[in-house]
C-alpha cells in the first residue's frame, strides 16, 4: 500500500471534478463546502442541520424507541405511527384513523365507529324526543 500526503487536491482542468474511482476511506472529518450528492449513505449520530428532503425515511426497529422530533412544517402523504402521546392540542387537516374501528373527518368533523359506549347524554342533534328506548329498536 502507498500513501499519498498532500494539502490539496486539483483537478487538471478548471470546471472539472476530481473523481475517485473505487473506494476513498478517509481518517478524521470530511468537511464539504457547497452541495454533496450520494447514492446511499450508512451512519450513527446523522445530524441534519436546515431543510431535509426525504422521499422515505424508514426507521428500524432498533432505533423505535428513539424520538422523532418533527418541527415546523411537515409535509407527507401518509404518516403511520404504532403511538401517538400529545399533551394539548392535535391537529389533524386529514381523516384521521384509529386501528379499523375509528375514524374522524377533518372535513366534515363526523366521527365514525362500530361501537359507542355509554348514555350519550351529551349527545346533540337528536331528533327531539329521541330516547333510550328509540336507540335500542334501531340497533
Not at 75 to 86: H, K
Not at 119 to 139: H, I, K, R, V
Amino acid at each position: 500500500m502507498s500513501i499519498l500526503a498532500v494539502d490539496l487536491i486539483k483537478p487538471r482542468t478548471t470546471g472539472v471534478a476530481v473523481t475517485v474511482s473505487g473506494d476513498l476511506d478517509i481518517t478524521g472529518a470530511l468537511a464539504v463546502t457547497g452541495d454533496i450528492t450520494y447514492d446511499e449513505v450508512a451512519g450513527r449520530n446523522l445530524d441534519i442541520s436546515g431543510i431535509a428532503t426525504i422521499a422515505t425515511l424508514g426507521v428500524s426497529a432498533a432505533t423505535t424507541s428513539k424520538d422523532l422530533d418533527v418541527s415546523g412544517v411537515t409535509t407527507t402523504g401518509s404518516l403511520y405511527v404504532s403511538g401517538i402521546t400529545t399533551v394539548g392540542i392535535l391537529t389533524s387537516y386529514a381523516t384521521v384513523t384509529v386501528g379499523t374501528a375509528i375514524t374522524a373527518d377533518a372535513t366534515s368533523g363526523i366521527i365514525t365507529a362500530t361501537d359507542f359506549v355509554g348514555g350519550g347524554s351529551q349527545l346533540t342533534g337528536l331528533p327531539a324526543g329521541f330516547t333510550e328506548l328509540d336507540a335500542m329498536l334501531f340497533n
